[in-house]
């Protein structure tokens, strides 16, 4: 039977031997986790003040994490899942934004909040390693039940939205919602109850929450937590082999440290039997399948909606499925018209962008979002002629399949012809010594924009930019407006907490950095040159010359 709230569903649990919840160090029966969820639970509530009952939780994947989550689901409290890679002025202005009247944080969060004026004082923080906290725990003890107060209307989540290309907002999610979605991706990706789910990506994000936790709750499948705290690329296959995991969920460019380790004999010899994620490379996939023997299902989702694609067996490389219903359209913004079938050619490049790309909409979707924490215009941008816009690009092909093109914000258009930042990392990511990558567009000197691409590499000195330009030159769907002209190189691009590279960092920067800038110089086949100090200004003086410095940020 199914549930109606993320409590009911904790309750059932109740009385389950089966594992909840694992570690390294230790294990807890499901009937286990709902008792210590009780308790922390029962403390929030002793110590719940005037306002919004918003609890943050500023913590990496340990137990903590997961019976915090009960224990606000049990007492209709509303989980902030603070993001530990923010900082500064950053983190102060969203813990204040989202009202949190309780942390509940460790000590290396409170070095984190250090100086940061939260406007709240120091009996609003509980910190799970003081010494004192195990005592204070069981003297709050008492037997699971929810607060009457709770419905599927309660608001369990408040999830940032990763702020790749802007600003974070706060995305509300319900009890309801929440719940509905355990079984809706139960359905979808196959779980069950003996799975072993190898929780690897952050707990303040959607993607653990919605399409892992939750079914696990839903399932009584055991949740295991890495021993590292977070994703760990070398620690990946030696705690799934631990813990028997058969199931994980991934983002792209976790996938692609995965694949960047060294392969290893017996990889294949593991228990992992699907995994979930999203912007994976289709090499990634291809790789991780023959190394691991796993199955992957790619999505599309957010924190804000999900459920636009039916996974379709027949779907061909690169495409996410089949529309899930007929609400779902690929529609020009300006025209309000749905766009063109894609024309594809034997690469599976667009040959008809301009008609076919467009933004991705659902014409029943406003019903189904819940909106975003005291942020209206976000709303009003999300929810316009009464339909659900998603911010993505996306085409459908002749054949009824639609496919991701990238952000809104990664369409860039290069001497009038649009291009997807998301096609050109796709093809970069195949260079085999390419981690991970980022491509956006930067403003000419004269006009319009070029497109950029920040590379990861394991090791800046094994760059070879002959070598580069001639891989590029050899991709077939790598269109002439498409190719970088300027490439950086790094060892380490910035990420978002949930593994995405953060592109508007890298986009603000131009070629400012401390890290090798390559520009392509000449005509005809890419060449690149490494910026030197006097290039950079040299092309900055051109953008003065035009009359272009405010595209420069300065």
Partial sequence: MERATIAEMLLDRLGDQQLGTRTRDRDWTWDETVRESA??????????????????????????????????ALSGATIVGINPTRRGAELEAEIRYVDCQLIVTD?????????????LTDDRFVLVDAPDYAARIDAHRVEPAADPAVD?????????????????????????????????????????????????????????????????????????????RKFSASGFLPDVRYFGA???????????????????ADDIDNTLVRGFGTEA????????????????????????????VRLDPAAPEGALGRPAHDEIAVVNPDTLVECERARLDEHGRVLNPDEAIGEMIDRGGAKRFEGYY??????????????????DLGYVDEAGFIYFAGRKGDWIRVDGENTSALMIERILRRHPKVIATGVYAIPDPKSGDQVMAAIEVSDQTDFDPEEFASFLAGQDDLGTKAAPRFV??????????????????????????????????????????SMSDDDKRELEAQFSASGRTRFLGV
């Fill in 39 to 72: 308790a922390r639970g029962e403390l929030a509530r002793t110590l719940r003040g005037d306002g919004p009952f918003h609890i943050g939780v500023l913590l990496e994947n340990v137990p903590e994490f997961l019976f915090w989550l009960g224990g606000a």
């Fill in 107 to 119: 000590a290396d969060g409170m070095a984190t909040l250090k100086g940061l004026d939260l406007g």
């Fill in 152 to 228: 599927e209307n309660s608001l369990f989540l408040l999830l940032f939205t990763s702020g790749t290309t802007g600003t974070s907002k706060a995305v509300r999610c319900s009890q309801g919602r929440l719940a509905r979605l355990a079984y809706a991706n139960t359905a979808k990706y196959g779980h069950v109850p003996g799975d072993v789910d190898y929780c690897c990506m952050p707990l303040f994000h959607g993607n653990a929450l919605m399409a892992l936790w939750a079914p696990a709750l839903a399932n009584g499948a055991t949740v295991c937590l890495p021993a590292a």
């Fill in 246 to 264: 058969t199931f994980f969920t991934y983002v792209g460019k976790a996938l692609s440290y995965l694949m960047a380790t060294p392969e290893q």
């Fill in 281 to 308: 490379s289709p090499e990634d996939k291809a790789e991780f399948v023959r190394r691991f023997g796993a199955e992957l299902f790619e999505g599309y989702g957010s924190s804000e909606g999900a459920g636009s």
């Fill in 374 to 391: 005291k942020n209206e215009q976000a709303v009003a941008d999300r929810i316009k002629h009464g339909w659900y816009w998603t911010g």
């Fill in 488 to 529: 950086r190189v790094s060892t380490d691009l910035p990420v978002t907490g949930s593994n995405k590279v953060l592109k508007r960092e890298l986009q603000s920067q131009l070629w400012r950095c401390d890290e090798p800038v390559y520009r392509w110089e000449g005509r005809g086949l890419p060449q690149y040159v």
